[in-house]
């Protein structure tokens, strides 16, 4: 597929079919994450793989905004103490590093026939206990993947002209 045909398609899934996804792909979709860009490299990104369903079930729990019957999950956190190494700017840039990650997982997964989408409404508290996650360990996202029972229609962007300003705020491109 052509890289803005990805682009284009991928779409937040929150259907799945019942359909595992194999391990082959769950690791394509991990690695194009630790191939995002990362400021100074600092790399202070941990990804924590949930495939079990009586697990997935547990974060359901405590998860408002996770819907449907994913077959993957992956908890996308910032490991604080390589962020700090960052200096003062180390924490914001590693959550600009996790957010270009979690795309990149997004992209693969949609390459690979596999839906996808972001969650950020859960409990951070009680995701920690569940996943024994260290206190230096930040969860920030929750990504869910799966096969989709269908595509879901894009959305209306709006169009070029509008948002992009040639040389200064509010000279748009003709």
């Not at 890289?3 to 769950?26: C, H, M, N, T, W």
């Not at 962020?83 to 693969?108: C, F, P, V, W, Y």
């Not at 962007?157 to 509010?170: C, N, T, Y």
């Amino acid at each position: 597929m052509d890289l803005l045909e990805i682009i284009k398609g991928r779409r937040a899934v929150r259907r799945f079919q019942e359909k595992p996804i194999s391990v082959e792909d769950l690791r394509k979709i991990i690695e194009a994450a630790i191939w995002a860009p990362s400021g100074s490299n600092l790399q202070a990104w941990e990804f924590i793989l949930i495939t079990k369903k009586k697990n997935i079930e547990k974060i359901k729990m405590i998860s408002p905004g996770l819907f449907g019957n994913p077959q993957a999950l992956i908890v996308v956190c910032i490991n604080k103490e390589r962020a700090k190494k960052g200096g003062r700017l180390g924490e914001e840039m590693a959550l600009m590093d996790i957010s270009i990650a979690s795309q990149n997982m997004m992209l693969m997964a949609y390459s690979l026939g596999i839906g996808s989408c972001p969650v950020a409404s859960f409990n951070k508290v009680a995701l920690n206990e569940l996943l024994s996650i260290p206190k230096h360990v930040d969860p920030r996202l929750i990504l869910i993947f799966g096969y989709p029972l269908k595509w879901p229609k894009p959305p209306r962007r709006r169009p070029l002209g509008e948002v992009l300003h040639l040389e200064e705020f509010g000279k748009h491109l003709e």
